[in-house]
């Protein structure tokens, strides 16, 4: 009998460091999101929620908001309702984060256009100036020493692109994006680099769902769209070289 109570007694004190090392890690991803990323975007940033497992290091985010740069009519360029994560364990006490795979399910895109410019194209050129030289931008340790990702296998699916906003926004089937050994080559990328290199991809992928649906639109709004999406393209051509 007294062998069952201090049994049960290990089991109860195990199970409570599990949850509060599962709420512990989840804090300092969510911590790490709401502080690094919006000095990437320039925007309004926010994470509500994180847990991982410190065993199996799998886990979920949920509830993330990217905001629109100023100057567009809706407030948010992109949101994600839950994103699956797998890390190795206790990786992310380190400098060099392993990450075997992030899959981000039924994402919903904002495709707002004004002439030849776009808020996503805008939101793509703040994270390519930020990882250009702002040091702020970086996720570090303690010390500062810049963090280092890999992650194995991303995987971006289901998602939707509204164009537009009000009474003649259009929602449209958005391609999925799959990227596989980022910053493995390199030996590990800081996070503005991951953050650019998935936008890069991300971005791609609402232009081309726009520019598939620019016939479908009125003709107004299809021509602004479609020279929106002509000038995203250029956009993200000058700034990572090669054909789109």
């Known amino acids: 009998m007294k062998f069952l109570k201090i049994a049960a007694a290990v089991f109860a004190v195990a199970l409570v460091a599990y949850f509060g090392m599962s709420l512990?890690?989840?804090?300092?991803?969510k911590a790490a999101v709401n502080r690094f990323a919006p000095r990437m975007t320039k925007t309004r940033v926010e994470l509500a929620g994180a847990r991982i497992s410190p065993i199996t290091g799998s886990g979920v985010l949920t509830g993330l908001?990217?905001?629109n740069p100023p100057g567009w009519s809706s407030d948010k360029a992109f949101s994600f309702g839950r994103i699956h994560v797998a890390v190795e364990p206790f990786s992310i006490f380190g400098d060099h984060i392993m990450v075997k795979e992030i899959v981000v399910d039924q994402p919903e895109f904002v495709y707002e256009t004004k002439l030849v410019s776009s808020n996503i194209g805008e939101l793509l050129k703040n994270i390519s100036e930020a990882s250009g030289g702002d040091p702020s931008?970086?996720?570090?340790t303690k010390s500062g020493k810049p963090i280092k990702f890999?992650?194995?296998?991303?995987l971006l699916k289901d998602g939707h692109v509204t164009l537009g906003v009000g009474s003649a926004a259009m929602t449209l089937p958005m391609p999925p994006v799959e990227l596989n050994d980022l910053g493995t080559g390199e030996g590990g990328?800081?996070?503005d680099q991951l953050a650019l290199a998935v936008m890069r991809s991300v971005t791609t992928?609402?232009?081309n769902a726009t520019t598939k649906a620019v016939g479908k639109i009125g003709s107004t709004m299809g021509a602004a769209a479609g020279s929106a999406a002509q000038r995203t393209g250029e956009d993200l051509k000058s700034l990572f070289g090669g054909k789109k």
């Open 24 to 29: 512990f890690l989840g804090s300092i991803v």
């Open 137 to 140: 931008a970086k996720a570090t």
């Open 65 to 67: 908001f990217v905001g």
């Open 150 to 154: 890999e992650v194995k296998h991303f």
């Open 205 to 207: 992928g609402v232009v």
């Open 189 to 191: 990328i800081t996070s």
